[in-house]
């Protein structure tokens, strides 16, 4: 039991990482080294991360392995579904076509896909992109076939399957995620260019931007460096379930890796795919229709939380998840890929952001420098007067170091109680005072132990 505390000191990671000397990259190479080894071992599903700053790579590592049953380790240039990563994409090809005046932003979507159901109210491509349609996912349909997602079907038959479902609510007065909105603007794409979705994704977004590792997903083709995808089901690994790409279509069928992810930013902010006031407007959050300002802008989440400005969106499909992190302000971008099924990606991404920008994580609580204060020093395992701990800080981040290669960041819950992030089991620190000075800390991991604070 005592040992289960100190298995995330072993790291276990394959990757290359970009050199930097400076103090604060060396600190969060070790901070995200620690997080990340803690959670993904050699001979389990993995990811890969990139963290660049001021348009530079500052950490690209790969963790953990790619295929489980060839047992080969994850490398940084594998490429993973991106599942609704994809949406960003497609928002940018319909942008694409607002310039070049092919299409309004305030166009009807019936002007291209006839009868289509309005509730006799006006639903344009505007509403499509920031989710305020009230079109129902069809990712809920009742369809009444065993294991319908395994099928391929056109796009058409999905969209037509659509037009026997009335609005859930009127367009653009609420904010509600539907993979409808980004299947029908890729259909639109295909309607008003001729072109079938992929090809368009490829002639206009992908070559030009020498996205050479972007891929629209097929099953059938050979993709140099594509990961498997996997789920857990109990104590045991299998392989993801099969799902027809062609469902996930313009809402989630892409596949790339973190190197094209990051050369897709720096496009975008290039003007290189769309004009500098196209992409603003794409960045800023949709206004509804009684006047309170919506999270999302066209394919991104923009929030501001704490002071934080992001704009992000995470993807997920059978076998991987996804998220892409950019803060603006700091000039910080972050790209993870999973290739496994774990609600802690999502978690894992929005940390290791906030390590980069030395800010709390987003809906945490925040310390008091004081406090902070108090927390450092050295602390003696009760039970095991041979094991010792440290708690430090580096740059407004608070740290656990079980050894000198293991430093793990703690994330306040309340001003008293930390979360170890990247620790498996999931581990909590809680700081105990007399007399307003703090003499130990509880570790809660599959029991209690108490260390005393011995300097």
């Known amino acids: ?25 060396k600190s969060l190479e070790r901070s995200v080294d620690s997080l990340l080894g803690a959670q993904f071992h050699a001979n389990e599903p993995g990811c890969v991360v990139l963290i660049a700053k001021n348009g530079q790579v500052v950490y690209e590592k790969a963790f953990g392995s790619a295929d489980l049953e060839l047992k080969v380790p994850m490398r940084p240039d594998m490429i993973f579904r991106l599942g609704s990563g994809t949406k960003q994409y497609t928002a940018i090809a319909i942008l694409q076509l607002v310039e070049q005046g092919k299409i309004t932003l305030q166009d ?171 992409l603003q407007k794409a960045f800023t959050a949709f206004k509804l229709s009684d006047g309170t300002i919506d999270k999302y802008g066209y394919g991104w989440y923009i929030d501001p939380t704490q002071g934080i400005h992001s704009i992000e969106h995470a993807g997920s499909i059978d076998g991987f998840r996804s998220n892409e992190i950019y803060l603006p302000d700091q000039d910080i971008f972050v790209a993870t890929l999973f290739n496994i099924e774990n609600d802690k990606t999502l978690l894992l991404a929005n940390t290791i952001a906030a390590l980069a920008s030395g800010k709390h994580l987003k809906g945490t609580v925040s310390v008091s420098d004081s406090l902070f204060s108090n927390y450092m020093g050295t602390y003696q395992m009760v039970s095991d007067p041979k094991r010792t701990i440290v708690i430090a800080r580096e740059n407004q981040q608070m740290y656990i170091r079980f050894s000198q290669n293991a430093t793990v960041p703690m994330i306040a819950l309340t001003e008293t109680k930390f979360t170890m992030q990247g620790v498996n089991p999931p581990a909590t620190i809680e700081f105990q005072s007399e007399n307003g000075q703090i003499t130990k800390a509880i570790i809660s991991q599959k029991g209690l132990f108490e260390w005393k604070k011995i300097k």
Request: proline fraction near 5%; charge should be negative.
């Open 108 to 278: 009807s979507i019936q002007k291209f896909i006839k009868g289509f159901p309005s509730n006799s109210h006006l639903l344009t491509i505007e509403n499509l992109l920031t989710h305020t349609s009230g079109i129902m996912d069809y990712e809920t349909l009742d369809i009444h076939i065993p294991f319908a997602f395994r099928i391929d079907l056109p796009p058409k038959q999905i969209v037509d399957s659509l037009k026997d479902h009335p609005l859930e609510f009127t367009p653009g007065s609420k904010f509600e995620y539907s993979n409808s909105n980004f299947f029908l603007l890729g259909y639109i794409i295909e309607l008003v260019t001729g072109k079938p979705y992929p090809q368009y994704m490829q002639d206009n977004i992908f070559t030009p931007l020498g996205l050479a590792n972007t891929y629209y997903d097929d099953e059938a083709r050979i993709i140099p460096g594509k990961v498997n995808g996997y789920k857990k089901d109990g104590a045991d690994y299998k392989n993801a379930e099969y799902i027809g790409m062609s469902q996930a279509y313009a809402a989630g069928a892409l596949m790339s890796n973190v190197d094209d992810m990051f050369k897709w930013h720096l496009a975008l902010y290039a003007d290189k795919a769309v004009t500098e006031k196209t």
């Open 1 to 25: 039991m005592k040992r289960s505390i100190f298995l995330f000191a072993s790291l276990s990671f394959f990757g290359s990482f970009a050199q930097c000397q400076d103090t604060t990259s």
